[in-house]
């Protein structure tokens, strides 16, 4: 018994770890974002992808979390349908790519504790609310500031959900 309670710990342990590293990747990628939009796509993505790993090493997702994927994939399938023309053609694989990922990651994270599941939402919802100001010909501020304290807040949930 006392073996078992070790290993837990252990892999809890390592599980927060790996969460950790996703958050360090994520604040890197925000200054990436700035000077190379696609390269800090893509290391935002490899924090998401680390989130993922953390979420498989905690809690074992079950059917709900396969359900909340396929819902997610389909709602993000049809948004990318409705808007498709807005999208550059040489970026829509790398965004479905990369919301094919949110959606996982957000599916995974519902099997965790629910501050978890709050953090990925808001994270996610930012990063659609962030799509969708690129495709709009005006920029809304108030987009723009619902989008920054959604990921902010995601951001701080998942970093708070590992400590208490």
């Known amino acids: ?9 252990m892999i809890i342990l390592a599980a927060s770890v ?3 590293a996703g958050l360090i990747a994520c604040m890197l990628a925000d200054g990436l974002l700035c000077v ?7 290391v935002f993505a490899v924090g998401h992808l680390l989130y993922i790993i953390a979420f498989c090493m905690m809690n074992r ?11 997610l ?3 993000a399938t049809w948004l ?4 498709r023309t807005r999208v550059n053609p040489k970026r829509f694989f790398p965004a479905y790519a990369y ?27 930012s990063d659609a609310t962030l799509a969708y100001l690129g495709m709009m010909e005006h920029r809304s501020r108030r987009l723009d500031n619902i989008s920054l304290g959604a990921y902010f ?6 970093a708070l959900a590992l400590i208490i």
């Open 18 to 20: 790996v969460m950790t």
């Open 61 to 71: 997702p079950g059917w709900g979390s396969l359900a909340l994927f396929i819902a």
């Open 153 to 158: 807040t995601g951001q701080f949930l998942l």
């Open 80 to 83: 990318f349908s409705r808007f």
């Open 99 to 125: 919301a094919t990922v949110l959606c996982v990651m957000v599916a995974l994270a519902a099997a965790q504790r629910p501050m978890f599941l709050a953090g990925a939402a808001l994270f996610a919802f």
């Open 36 to 42: 190379r939009f696609m390269v800090g796509g893509a």
């Open 73 to 75: 994939i389909l709602l």
């Open 1 to 9: 018994m006392i073996r078992k309670a070790r290993f837990v710990s």
